[in-house]
């Protein structure tokens, strides 16, 4: 079983890819070893994934038939450390549809390696799930939204990435996908139509944004040039998660729908008094998560299953 105290130990003093100690980074067997326990435990058979964002975790109690683990008791699971993120996974059933669900994601400003928070992605891979849905709270940089907006996500920009920080460094696993993965089209267009149709029936179209979400590192807010060099950079909304998520689940061929929870606006003014906290960030959330639960709900219940044409 993969050992992440050693491991995370081992990557603080690894910087270069050539240093990683490639013996300690998780192999096949050790996303296996945990999806088998978990098949094991439970009857059900999710063909969707559900990451939960900081306070959206409530999505996961409106399951059906649950069966709920815990993150300390399955085997190779991180744990999660951050206020509004539960630690649990919880399998059951949305519209008649069986779905696995994370009460708490895990983020690379809590110390873990970026291999350690997408762990879960590869062992719902190895569970049959299709498609992955990921919700997030971010900050707003785009003129036209306000806290409690929900944002489709269109596309990322991954800024831990683009200074090399992958969760798909290290040797390539060819059974999980490719070295050179495309990210071109990453949040599935039929996926992102489909929450659009749910939108206007849902009367919340005045709410509702597609836009480009920017993963930064954290756990610091950002500065007043941080969050106009962002804006002017193209990016609506801004958090510290989702990108590598993302990228391993697309890199292993699962179909990936996100959605940002717009909790604050990013102060790009050095005469506002506002000042964004974690505290704020959940209350909103919270304020405004069942919106966000309908979509998603109503969004398992449309799509298409058995149609992922990343197979
Ligand atoms: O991205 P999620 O997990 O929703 O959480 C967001 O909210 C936290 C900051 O309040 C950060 O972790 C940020 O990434
Ligand atoms: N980086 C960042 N993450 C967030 N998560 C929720 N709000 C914010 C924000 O304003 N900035």
Same mark, same amino acid.
């Given at each position: 079983m993969v050992d992440w105290v050693v491991f995370d130990d081992l990557m603080k003093d690894y910087t270069m890819l050539d240093d990683?100690?490639?013996?300690s980074l998780p192999r096949h067997d050790d996303y296996q070893r945990t999806a088998d326990w978990l098949l094991s435990h439970t009857k059900q058979r999710p063909l969707v994934g559900i990451i939960c964002g900081s306070g959206l #975790?409530?999505?996961?109690?409106?399951?059906?038939?649950q069966d709920s683990f815990p993150y300390?008791?399955?085997?190779g699971f991180p744990q999660s450390t951050v206020q509004?993120?539960?630690g649990r996974l919880v399998f059951g059933e949305l519209k008649g549809r069986s779905c696995v669900c994370m009460q708490g994601r895990f983020h690379?400003?809590?110390?873990?390696s970026l291999c350690k928070t997408t762990f879960p992605v590869r062992v719902f891979k190895l569970l049959g799930v299709e498609t992955l849905i990921v919700t997030n709270a971010a900050g707003s940089l785009a003129d036209g939204y306000q806290p409690g907006d929900i944002m489709i996500i269109k596309d990322h920009i991954n800024f831990p990435g683009l200074s090399?920080?992958?969760?798909?460094? #290290?040797?390539?696993d060819d059974k999980f996908g490719p070295r050179f993965p495309a990210m071109?089209?990453?949040?599935d267009k039929d996926l992102r139509c489909l929450a659009m149709d749910i939108v206007k029936q849902m009367g919340l179209s005045q709410f509702v944004h597609e836009g480009v979400y920017a993963m930064v590192g954290g756990p610091n807010f950002e500065t007043v040039s941080e969050a106009k060099l962002l804006h002017r950079l193209g990016v609506d909304a801004v958090g510290m998660s989702t990108a590598p998520e993302v990228l391993v689940a697309s890199h292993c061929g699962l179909r990936v729908f996100g959605l940002s929870l717009i909790t604050n606006k990013v102060v790009?003014?050095?005469?506002?008094?506002d000042q964004v906290n974690h505290e704020a960030v959940l209350e909103v959330s919270k304020m405004r998560s069942h919106s966000l639960q309908l979509l998603i709900t109503q969004l398992v219940g449309r799509m298409d299953m058995n149609n992922n044409t990343h197979f």
């Open positions: 990683i100690p490639v013996t #975790g409530l999505l996961a109690d409106t399951l059906k038939a300390a008791e399955i085997p509004g993120h539960a690379m400003y809590e110390g873990h090399g920080l992958s969760p798909l460094n #290290g040797p390539n071109s089209n990453v949040y790009r003014s050095y005469d506002g008094q």
